[in-house]
Nanobody, 122 residues
């Protein structure tokens, strides 16, 4: 089992930045692909970004390219999502998740955090 705990969400204004963190405990963190997803009210959960253990592969959803950056510190068992130039449409609950293979599909992620709320006001 891998336990994931997100932090760093909050209420910000459009154009501001936030950094989300997700710390893992339990089984070895390094082999897993770590991803960020988000879910806005009334919408399906959607992929945001992911990163592999060697930091060599980090796919992003088109709607965050150039604004969000995913990173991870394997020594700290932590993955980050730096979010810049936030827009009201970025408002959602953000979840981190762990998968055994490279994927952007939520159903292939085995472990999930509880989520952290990000609200961007206009």
């Amino acid at each position: 089992q891998v336990q994931l705990v997100e932090s760093g969400g909050g209420l910000v204004q459009a154009g501001d930045s936030l950094r989300l963190s997700c710390t893992a405990s339990g089984r070895t963190f390094s082999p897993y692909i770590m991803g960020w997803f988000r879910q806005a009210p009334g919408k399906e959960r959607e992929f945001v970004a992911a990163i592999n253990w060697s930091l060599s592969d980090a796919p992003y959803a088109d709607f965050v390219k150039g604004r969000f950056t995913i990173s991870r510190d394997n020594a700290k068992n932590t993955v980050y999502l730096q979010m810049n130039s936030l827009k009201p449409e970025d408002t959602a609950v953000y979840y981190c998740a762990a998968a055994p293979v490279r994927t952007t599909r939520s159903e292939e992620y085995h472990y999930w955090g509880q989520g952290t709320q990000v609200t961007v006001s206009s």
